[in-house]
Nanobody, 126 residues
Framework: VQLQASGGGLVQSGGSLRLSCAAS????????MGWFRQAPGKEREFVAA????????FYPDSLKGRFTISRDNAKNTMYLQMNSLKSEDTAVYYC????????????????????WGQGTLVTVSS
């Protein structure tokens, strides 16, 4: 499966942005999915994960309440709604897919996510 992330851009602090991750060459419903981000000079950070049905989601405590992951399997697309954005959310955001089902917490370090898209840059201005 090939993944294409999009929707990044420049947004003011406090604003919102929705990222999309479109899948091709495969059926999105066959994969658990996740979002990660990497800020300049920092390590990659887990943002969110969602089960293949969309029925279960998982976030790190630091992002709960501001970010929402969702998916539309009929459109072969996953989303990340980001609200109340802060300057520290500035990063390149990546989507990833896991072909075998695992507890979502196991994806936090990137394990089992065999497919990665190119990133989309989100810049939050203060």
């Amino acid at each position: 499966v090939q993944l294409q992330a999009s929707g990044g851009g420049l947004v003011q602090s406090g604003g919102s942005l929705r990222l999309s991750c479109a899948a091709s060459g495969g059926t999105l419903s066959s994969y658990d999915m996740g979002w990660f981000r990497q800020a300049p000079g920092k390590e990659r950070e887990f943002v969110a994960a969602i089960s293949r049905s969309g029925g279960t989601t998982f976030y790190p405590d630091s992002l709960k309440g501001r970010f929402t992951i969702s998916r539309d399997n009929a459109k072969n697309t996953m989303y990340l709604q980001m609200n109340s954005l802060k300057s520290e959310d500035t990063a390149v955001y990546y989507c990833a897919a896991a072909p075998r089902a695992h507890s979502l917490v196991l994806y936090m370090n990137g394990s089992y996510l065999d497919y990665w898209g190119q990133g989309t840059l989100v810049t939050v201005s203060s």
